[in-house]
């Protein structure tokens, strides 16, 4: 199936609904291929694995040949539809089809089936084995879309055809799938088409079949008695930059550029402007002694780094029609500052865990009376954070890190997922994963792209002071 483009999804009240859903709706339950129908047509897949696709195909042929010739009260081939017979027919045709050790492996998920473990148990074969054969076997049908699960797939489409539950017109292409299917190998160039026809065909009839939750069982059983094959990756630095000494000549570069203009007081874009980027490097810094670059906390201070970046060029950019941005953006930050102090003081709270109202009341009225300070409650300037990155032609910026990073700021289930939980990969297990108990799972490093946005504020403050040198930062690279 094509991956769907940005521009094919619809959106509806601020939700990008698929191009699928959009037209299906709420009408369709998906039904997983892996957790749900593998369980029950696994014992074929055993049979093509055993025999190789072309005998394999064969010996299942025969199989469905006599169900059908013997009209045998067998709706589909779900291995608990084999486990509701209540003679042992099939059974006995089965085995003397097929190597009995393949049913056998099923014996230890057969539900405690005396007709079939009678027919098909091997007392000589431990438990082990065929826990390990089920799942030697899953893998190979994991992926929907591999050649086996394929031909699993056109199995029980044929047997549906074969029973005369699915009709096709000659002339379709269906048609000459289900005539040629399993005479031609994989390598096929038709072998493309039918592989598509044959998977969309397989869906459309499961409604067919009645629910049932034999595949609940199956994994019960398996999972209980299996252990987790927890896998990460183990993530390598691939950024040489050296960041204490780059830090410190950027450290440096300011220190010069703030020592030049130490003299004018009244300079409020430069004292703007240079403290941001002070931040910036302090949170670089922070970065780097506590070695955050494989860390949830790199990430969240990475998107912390690219707001400054960001609103430090939004400054610049809406300087050219509004001379007074800089100190709309202080009291902007002040008013927020005294609405948290206005709200312990009404709540006459002198301290609360780390915030104290002591400082915030004295920064709220450091530029003027907080009595003339005005609370901003939306966006500063009326400008969204995505609207200030599409201002100063940064929008790749923010559609592919920033969107990113503020998934860990905001604790969204993408990045708990990536940093926070360890995969197993034990087929028995349905690809579960686990909380990670013993902090193994890293993210990969922020560095290379800390240096970029760093490389970015030092060519903004450049453009507006050239005694801010930046070629010794330069042999840095990224």
């Not at 397989?202 to 049932?212: D, H, K, M, Q, T």
């Not at 670059?293 to 970046?309: A, H, P």
Request: hydrophobic share 35%.
């Amino acid at each position: 199936m094509r991956n769907s483009t940005l521009k094919e999804h619809k959106l509806v009240k601020k939700q990008l609904l698929t191009p699928w859903n959009a037209v299906i709706g709420d009408k369709f339950t998906l039904r997983s291929w892996y957790k749900e129908r593998v369980p029950e047509y696994l014992w074929l897949g055993c049979i093509l694995n055993k025999y190789g696709r072309k005998e394999g195909f064969k010996k299942v042929y025969s199989i469905i040949e006599y169900i059908v010739n013997n009209k045998l009260e067998i709706n589909d081939l779900r291995f608990s539809s084999l486990l509701e017979l209540n003679n042992c027919e099939l059974y006995d045709f089965i085995a003397l089809t097929i190597d009995k050790t393949i049913m056998d492996v099923f014996c230890c998920v057969c539900d405690n089936n005396e007709l079939y473990r009678k027919k098909f148990y091997d007392f000589k074969m431990p438990n082990k084995y065929r826990i390990n054969q089920i799942k030697e076997n899953i893998k190979n049908l994991i992926d929907d879309h591999s050649e086996v699960s394929t031909d699993v797939r056109f199995i029980i489409v044929y047997f549906l055809f074969a029973q005369g539950k699915l009709h096709f017109i000659e002339e379709m292409e269906t048609m000459d799938a289900i005539k040629e299917y399993c005479y031609l190998d994989h390598t096929d160039e038709r072998m493309k088409l039918y592989r598509s026809l044959i998977r969309s065909t397989e869906i459309a009839a499961e409604p067919i079949y009645e629910p049932r939750n034999y595949y609940l069982y199956f994994w019960d059983v398996l999972g209980k008695v299996s252990d987790c094959d927890n896998f990460y990756i183990d993530y390598k630095e691939r950024c040489n930059v050296n960041m204490k000494e780059y830090i410190q000549e950027a450290k440096k570069q300011l220190s010069l550029l703030v020592c030049e203009n130490s003299k004018d007081f009244d300079n409020t874009k430069f004292n703007v402007l240079t403290s941001i980027f002070n931040y910036f490097l302090k949170i670089m810094n922070e970065i780097d002694e506590n070695d955050l670059y494989f860390k949830i906390s790199g990430r969240i201070l990475m998107r912390t780094l690219m707001d400054c970046y960001v609103i430090a060029k939004f400054l610049v950019v809406e300087e050219k029609t509004n001379p007074n941005i800089y100190i709309d953006y202080i009291e902007d930050g002040l008013g927020h500052y005294k609405l948290i102090n206005v709200k312990a003081r009404d709540n006459k709270i002198k301290e609360y865990g780390h915030m104290l109202p002591l400082v915030l009341e004295a920064l709220s009225n450091e530029l003027k009376s907080e009595e003339y300070l005005d609370v901003n409650l939306g966006y500063f300037d009326k400008k969204s954070i995505k609207d200030r990155f599409k201002e100063i032609g940064e929008k790749e910026l923010y559609d592919l890190l920033y969107d990113y990073d503020v998934q860990f700021s905001h604790g969204h289930w993408g990045a708990i997922r990536e940093s926070a939980t360890v995969s197993c990969s034990n087929p028995l297990h349905k690809s579960h994963f686990q909380s990670d108990i013993n902090f193994e799972v890293k993210c990969s490093s922020i560095k290379s792209d800390m240096i970029k946005i760093s490389n970015k504020f030092i060519e903004l403050l450049n453009s507006q002071y050239e005694n801010f040198k930046i070629e010794e930062l330069r042999k840095y690279g990224s």
